[in-house]
């Protein structure tokens, strides 16, 4: 078994952080690599050190002195290694780094120094070999990556250091010069390094047991969700469901390797664990719905018009949205008429004149306008082997009073979306989640 562990900000953000690290990687050997980001926020009211680190640059881009915030940034960091009784000379690195602040250095340079010092510390700490994200994580001008060469350097690193501490967020690009992802990039890193080093599973330890059924801030101590597969995970997340973000989930989705979201404060927390497919469930095992997730201020443009043929009216629809730049979420058929549900945002300014195309171009006989609709989305994979699913997901919201106003259904039946009013939206939710999951 290999494992690679990425630990996020909140696991790092202070020696009593490190502490339950040192505990979660030394209770299993096969945690061969271990990914570390920036030291987060220790509080509410505290200050991640990528924060402080951008706030510097912008100081020294506006010939404004930094050395206030750079004072508290080498203040965190002393203050770790002190606790933790290392020998790490940090003070020599932040005088490097005081040296070069100026308004040339190179914002992803400075950023990048969070994670490298919080690795550094963190490698001493665990006894892992420090390898350098500028050494390994091979990044091309695009931002997309080298796997090839990341993966050979991390195999040939691992055969004379079997225990490594990479720092997220931050790559080499040709010629050397360091880059930085987009924000929250320690996660992308370590699955990364999970696909480099052909590991069995990826864990991500945040300040979360895993991926909960519903929003918590709708439905009071939502469950975690247990297992999840990654397709499931990406119509959750498309729905708007809080979850890592698709860049991150990708690598690793793609070589088939599962990951696992735990939590560092409750590591007896099994988290969620993703997969890329759940194979001998009985129906009976689990709830048949995985999770609900939902987003509010969606369009209903329903269009009539008698004879209609379907494609080439769909056509020219599609090709009027296109033009105004609406991805089209749903479409739902009449025998005269088709509906299609796009999100109002998108939609914006443009809601008369596209209405008014559609009227012309198709020549229909009425268009009318559901203004204020929220998607509320009941995924799960054994919904499509359970006859009688959408009737009882009917039957419980109609009994709360919530309006239905347009159904979608996947093709593969991995999902159920429900179209209701936003001032229903939060009813929907909590109404789902009581029938069926909690
Ligand atoms: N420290 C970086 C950030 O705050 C990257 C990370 O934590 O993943 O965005």
């Given at each position: 078994?290999?494992?690679?562990?990425?630990?996020?900000?909140?696991?790092?953000?202070?020696?009593?952080?490190?502490?339950?690290?040192?505990?979660?990687?030394?209770?299993?050997?096969?945690?061969?690599?271990?990914?570390?980001?920036?030291?987060?926020?220790?509080?509410?009211?505290?200050?991640?050190?990528?924060?402080?680190?951008?706030?510097?640059?912008?100081?020294?881009?506006?010939?404004?002195?930094?050395?206030?915030?750079?004072?508290?940034?080498?203040?965190?960091?002393?203050?770790?290694?002190?606790?933790?009784?290392?020998?790490?000379?940090?003070?020599?690195?932040?005088?490097?780094?005081?040296?070069?602040?100026?308004?040339?250095?190179?914002?992803?340079?400075?950023?990048?120094?969070?994670?490298?010092?919080?690795?550094?510390?963190?490698?001493?700490?665990?006894?892992?070999?420090?390898?350098?994200?500028?050494?390994?994580?091979?990044?091309?001008f695009d931002g997309s990556f080298d796997s090839e060469k990341i993966g050979s350097t991390i195999k040939a690193i691992l055969k004379d250091?079997?225990?490594?501490?990479?720092?997220?967020?931050?790559?080499?690009?040709?010629?050397?010069?360091?880059?930085?992802?987009?924000?929250?990039?320690?996660?992308?890193?370590?699955?990364?390094?999970?696909?480099?080093?052909?590991?069995?599973?990826?864990?991500?330890?945040?300040?979360?047991?895993?991926?909960?059924?519903?929003?918590?801030?709708?439905?009071?101590?939502?469950?975690?969700?247990?297992?999840?597969?990654?397709?499931?995970?990406?119509?959750?997340?498309?729905?708007?469901?809080?979850?890592?973000?698709?860049?991150?989930?990708?690598?690793?989705?793609?070589?088939?390797?599962?990951?696992?979201?735990?939590?560092?404060?409750?590591?007896?927390?099994?988290?969620?664990?993703?997969?890329?497919?759940?194979?001998?469930?009985?129906?009976?095992?689990?709830?048949?719905?995985?999770?609900?997730?939902?987003?509010?201020?969606?369009?209903?443009?329903?269009?009539?018009?008698?004879?209609?043929?379907?494609?080439?009216?769909?056509?020219?629809?599609?090709?009027?949205?296109?033009?105004?730049?609406?991805?089209?979420?749903?479409?739902?058929?009449?025998?005269?008429?088709?509906?299609?549900?796009?999100?109002?945002?998108?939609?914006?300014?443009?809601?008369?004149?596209?209405?008014?195309?559609?009227?012309?171009?198709?020549?229909?006989?009425?268009?009318?306008?559901?203004?204020?609709?929220?998607?509320?989305?009941?995924?799960?994979?054994?919904?499509?082997?359970?006859?009688?699913?959408?009737?009882?997901?009917?039957?419980?919201?109609?009994?709360?009073?919530?309006?239905?106003?347009?159904?979608?259904?996947?093709?593969?039946?991995?999902?159920?979306?429900?179209?209701?009013?936003?001032?229903?939206?939060?009813?929907?939710?909590?109404?789902?989640?009581?029938?069926?999951?909690?």
């Open positions: 078994m290999f494992k690679v562990a990425k630990f996020g900000g909140s696991s790092v953000s202070s020696a009593a952080q490190f502490e339950k690290v040192k505990k979660i990687v030394s209770s299993d050997p096969s945690r061969h690599i271990v990914v570390i980001s920036a030291a987060g926020k220790r509080s509410s009211d505290d200050h991640k050190l990528t924060d402080l680190l951008y706030l510097c640059h912008a100081h020294l881009t506006y010939g404004v002195s930094c050395n206030d915030i750079f004072k508290a940034i080498c203040e965190r960091f002393i203050e770790i290694r002190d606790a933790l009784h290392l020998d790490y000379k940090i003070e020599d690195e932040l005088e490097n780094l005081k040296a070069k602040l100026n308004k040339d250095i190179s914002v992803d340079y400075l950023v990048s120094r969070g994670e490298y010092l919080t690795s550094r510390l963190m490698a001493e700490y665990l006894g892992y070999f420090f390898l350098d994200a500028s050494d390994c994580i091979f990044m091309n250091h079997p225990n490594i501490v990479i720092p997220g967020f931050y790559g080499s690009l040709p010629g050397g010069k360091i880059r930085v992802m987009s924000r929250g990039g320690s996660d992308i890193t370590g699955s990364i390094a999970a696909v480099a080093a052909g590991a069995d599973i990826y864990e991500n330890w945040t300040d979360v047991s895993g991926i909960l059924m519903a929003d918590p801030r709708i439905v009071s101590n939502p469950k975690p969700i247990p297992r999840i597969t990654y397709a499931e995970l990406r119509e959750l997340a498309f729905m708007g469901a809080s979850v890592l973000h698709e860049e991150s989930v990708q690598p690793v989705k793609e070589a088939g390797i599962a990951l696992n979201i735990r939590n560092t404060n409750i590591p007896e927390d099994e988290g969620t664990m993703i997969v890329p497919s759940i194979g001998g469930e009985k129906l009976s095992d689990e709830r048949f719905i995985t999770g609900i997730a939902g987003r509010r201020n969606f369009d209903i443009i329903t269009v009539r018009k008698h004879n209609m043929n379907v494609n080439q009216s769909l056509r020219q629809a599609l090709e009027i949205f296109d033009a105004y730049k609406v991805n089209v979420e749903h479409i739902t058929l009449g025998l005269d008429s088709f509906a299609v549900v796009a999100s109002a945002f998108q939609i914006g300014e443009g809601l008369y004149n596209i209405c008014s195309e559609l009227q012309k171009t198709l020549r229909a006989s009425d268009v009318q306008i559901q203004e204020g609709i929220a998607l509320v989305a009941a995924v799960g994979r054994k919904m499509s082997f359970r006859p009688g699913i959408s009737g009882k997901l009917f039957r419980a919201l109609g009994q709360e009073g919530v309006n239905i106003r347009t159904i979608a259904q996947g093709s593969d039946e991995l999902s159920i979306i429900l179209g209701v009013d936003n001032s229903q939206y939060e009813s929907a939710v909590r109404v789902l989640y009581d029938s069926f999951a909690g």
